[in-house]
């Protein structure tokens, strides 16, 4: 789609529902009248740790060359960090770069707050997995961000406990349930994982994988899929899991999920590639015993994965410097040393393709020291990574979700009818912001 006609379907600003004012879309920068004579300074707001030091990288050599100096600024991330950028937006004074998550992207775009900088990055797409690099275009020719770092999902086990009950690893949900429901037969106290709603981010890359498309367009109006076949599958299959007993019902991230995970009455963990920074914190005595594994299918047939987090570096239409900003951004995400520091630094999984399988991932986590080929299997998951598809209102969406499914879970209740909840809210807050939306 055109960019045009996507900065004019996301016109009413989402950041009505973060607190901020809306703001109308007033164009594309396609003219971007740079002072390109003299040393030029940006500014770039981001939340990874050590994004300072990787950017010394850059001023202390392209940087140098090229006479552009960056300057980073810490922030916090999630919403809070996209409600500062669309305040300063307004006032005409957002930094030249943001680091933005993907899901935020459209919320961004809808303000036009990020520049379309598709005439700058000439030969970066095939760097990075098409379901990655199509957040960043939303569906269109434009490109609004540089992948930075992704999140493929996978299956983590307890590899000793595994073998204890004589189980195998599921290669597809079917026999991912038949394994939770022959644990509880072996051991009844046990649980092969939970179903956690205090993450919506596990449940849309869940149901990514299985080829939902929560957000699309049909014509000039917005189209929600969230209550669609596919997330009605996921749904059913978690659902019907919680209400026999099969799995826990619990919330992820609590003392009670770390001590379940710590001490083996969990023993395994639908998650992403970060996952082992988080086992390293929530079960330090299980160190070596678990195992990573590619995420189960819905048919033999099939590889393919979802996304859980991630995000990108976009260049404001605020900036005066949008090429400078751009040729940046472009480093950052796909040059060999900005990436080794990027991951050595901010500990993050670089979104570009050859990255993951760069000097800085020859060794696998410590945490999964018993596994040497972690990060090799990691980049080939990766590569299988489902296109998704985000809207102007992901956190209407994320809030019900929580609501919705935690009352579900709770009361093993039906998932459906969260499901259904979450999508009626989603286009009620579209049709009160003054979207178009299809039926």
Request: hydrophobic share 40%; proline share 5%; charged share 20%.
């Amino acid at each position: 789609m055109p960019h045009t006609k996507l900065r004019r379907l996301v016109t009413i600003s989402v950041a009505v529902s973060l607190g901020a004012t809306a703001l109308a879309a007033c164009g594309s920068s396609d003219d971007d009248s740079e002072a390109d004579a003299g040393p030029v300074s940006l500014t770039y707001w981001s939340w990874t740790p050590g994004m300072d030091k990787v950017a010394d990288l850059w001023n202390d050599g392209q940087g140098k060359k090229d006479q552009i100096k960056v300057t980073v600024k810490k922030q916090a991330s999630g919403d809070t960090l996209v409600t500062k950028i669309l305040t300063a937006h307004k006032a005409k004074k957002a930094p030249d770069l943001v680091q933005a998550e993907y899901q935020a992207l459209p919320t961004l775009v809808s303000n036009d707050a990020l520049a379309d900088i598709a005439g700058d990055v000439d030969g970066v797409k095939d760097k990075f997995a098409e379901g990655v690099w199509q957040q960043t275009t939303l569906g269109s020719d434009a490109v609004y961000a540089i992948p930075q770092d992704s999140g493929p999902m996978m299956f983590y086990y307890r590899e000793d406990l595994f073998k204890k009950y004589g189980l195998d690893v599921p290669k597809t949900w079917e026999e991912f349930a038949e394994t939770a429901r022959a644990l509880k037969k072996k051991a009844p106290e046990t649980d092969l994982t939970t179903f956690s709603a205090n993450d919506s981010g596990l449940f849309a890359g869940l149901a990514q994988q299985a080829g939902a498309k929560w957000w699309t367009t049909e014509g000039d109006k917005w189209k929600v899929g969230i209550d669609d076949a596919a997330s009605q599958k996921v749904a059913d299959f978690w659902g019907g899991l919680v209400k026999e007993g099969a799995i826990d019902n619990q919330p992820m991230y609590t003392p009670a999920w770390n001590k379940a995970l710590n001490t083996g009455k969990q023993i395994a963990w639908v998650s992403a590639v970060w996952a082992p920074g988080t086992l390293t914190t929530a079960a330090p005595d299980t160190k070596g015993k678990w195992a990573m594994a590619p995420l189960p299918q819905w048919s033999a047939s099939e590889n393919v994965t979802g996304s859980w987090g991630g995000s990108s570096t976009a260049v404001t239409t605020d900036s005066t410097h949008k090429s400078a900003a751009a040729k940046f951004a472009t480093w950052l995400n796909t040059d060999p040393e900005a990436l080794t520091a990027l991951a050595k630094e901010g500990g993050i999984y670089p979104a570009a393709t050859t990255a993951q399988t760069s000097d800085a991932f020859t060794e696998p986590p410590a945490y999964f020291s018993n596994q040497p080929d972690f990060y090799t299997q990691a980049a080939a998951i990766a590569k299988t990574t489902a296109p998704s598809a985000w809207g102007p209102n992901v956190n209407v969406a994320y809030t019900t979700f929580k609501d919705a499914f935690g009352a579900a879970a709770k009361n093993k209740s039906d998932f459906g009818a969260a499901l259904t909840k979450m999508q009626d809210d989603t286009v009620a807050d579209l049709d009160k912001q003054g979207f178009e939306v299809a039926e």
